[in-house]
């Protein structure tokens, strides 16, 4: 077995939770630093000293999204900016959006995760890896391009979108690997398949890192089996830096979560108790090894379980199994996240409409395709042009919120279903594949 950090990927539990031990105490003293954990300890009494081991961990309060969008821009930078080089920012449920910060230390450590994953599923200095990320503020694009590049391989960032452009660099530039979100694979198979090409018996595809959003074990036999590839499950979020969190191995049951540079724990959605191993809670993540903006007991929303027993690679971070899904309603859309507030809040903005919509997620010709329906209120015209408009207008203003095309339907008032109780807002009736 060939391991990118053998010692640290194979390290024995004890060594590995004294490493975590001693972090953790480096976490809260850096932590102390930033105006947001300033507050917060000072209120709980909280300081390096109360770590001691890593049940200590419990004491610590949790953060969430809110807290994020409330200290935005700033307000959780525990160096100062002349050390930090990189802002991510994404967008949050209402308001503001996130921001996360990065000093140089914080990306080499980043890139290195990254390449630890790409190592780690067989890609090497002789691959061509090809990112279909979006790149700019989507973590997976300049996040997957500095692992890659460190790991040695040629690197093609192709960005998102333009199938015909990415099966041009796969054909003519030998791309061996990719780095593709489970709905575009099913896309751009389609789009291979249009220009004659079998991307089993035509191309040099040879392993995909896929993740950005939830599939299944079949989906991923149907994706492997399509473009002749094996597919491995690569879990991340911005808040924890984007993609390398967990990643799989070449075992393909369950996703190793890098336990030196976060800790881990999935607790009850409701109560924040700890699950027990095996049962299905949310993901609470604590930042081991990020200087610029440490987080503490990062509530994910994320929806998974710890796996029980050894993993036959020798790696000795803990697996989580695939993800269920969040316990909030974001969407997850072409890889781009979304909150239907997100889509309230722009809708709400023009006064010739009501107050009445719905969203549907679809399946178009291999594609997510977002529709939004809404109501115009009763004193709006008839008239052609000016509905047309207002559509041109809506869709622009949603485009700009959310980073992707939605189609726009303007119906009558009263033709949407009025649900009793809590409105649903949101149908999926997307098939992958
Ligand atoms: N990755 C790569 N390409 C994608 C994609 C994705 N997630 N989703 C759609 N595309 C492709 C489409 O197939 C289309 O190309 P084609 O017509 O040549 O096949 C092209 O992008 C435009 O798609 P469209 O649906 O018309 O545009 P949009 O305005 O609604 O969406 C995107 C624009 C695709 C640029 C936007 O959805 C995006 O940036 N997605 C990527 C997000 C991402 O990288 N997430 C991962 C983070 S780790
Ligand atoms: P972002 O911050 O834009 O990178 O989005 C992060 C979110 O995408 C996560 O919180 C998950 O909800 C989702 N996500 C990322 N990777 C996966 C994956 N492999 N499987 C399922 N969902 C994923
Ligand atoms: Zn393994």
Known sequence: MEYWQKELETMPRPA??????????????????????????????ITPESITSLRDLQKLPFTTKEDLRESYPYGMAAIPLEKCVRLHSSSGTTGNPTVVLHSQRDLDAWADQVARCMYMVGIRDTDVFQNTSGYGMFTGGLGFQYGAEKLGALTVPAAAGNSKRQIKFIMDFGTTSLHIIPSYAARLTEAMQEEGIDPVRDTKLRVICMGAEPHSEEQRRRIEKMLGVKAYNCFGMSEMNGPGVAFECTEQNGLHIWEDYVIAEIVDPETLEPMPEGEVGELVLTTLNREAMPLVRYRTRDLTCFLPGECACGRTHRRIARLRGRSDDMIIIKGVNIFPVQIEKILMQFGELGGNYLITLDTVNGSDELTVEVELNDLFTDDYSELQRLTKDIIHSLKNELLITPRLKLVAR??????????VRVKDFRKLI
Do not use: H, I, M
Not at 19 to 42: G, I
Not at 414 to 423: F, I, R
């Open 16 to 45: 590995l939770e004294k490493l975590q031990t001693e972090r953790l105490r480096e976490t809260v003293a850096r932590a102390s630093a930033a105006p947001f954990y300033a507050e917060v300890f000072a209120r709980e009494g």
């Open 414 to 423: 009263g033709s949407l279903p009025v649900s009793e109780g809590k409105a």
